[in-house]
């Protein structure tokens, strides 16, 4: 019993952190991390630093996606909303 029990966390654990990974592995390949590290500024501020900026206000989410579509205040990105959406999913949970 004990054995079934560990191996369900561990399959739980797996299932949560093969997203996360999928995300972070998103944002390299969509050039994020070319200015962006998590946690050290680089040309552009720290993961950690925007999830804390946007972490838990209502709508971050779009509006991040939005921003960074447009190309304003950001060098516009090739990445499809879709995959905008999983990275800064990805960010905001970190």
Do not use: F, R
């Not at 209502?58 to 990105?77: F, I, M, Q, R, Y």
């Not at 909303?81 to 800064?88: A, R, S």
């Amino acid at each position: 019993m004990k054995s079934m029990i560990v191996a369900s966390l561990l399959a739980a654990g797996l299932a949560v952190a093969g997203p996360a990974n999928a995300s972070e592995d998103l944002a390299q390949k969509a050039g994020c991390t070319k200015c962006h590290a998590m946690a050290a500024n680089k040309i552009g501020p720290a993961v950690k630093e925007i999830a804390a900026k946007y972490k838990g206000k209502a709508g971050s989410d779009a509006a991040l996606v939005a921003k960074l579509k447009a190309g304003k205040e950001h060098p516009p990105t090739k990445a499809s909303e879709g995959d905008l959406k999983k990275i800064v999913a990805w960010m905001l949970a970190t």
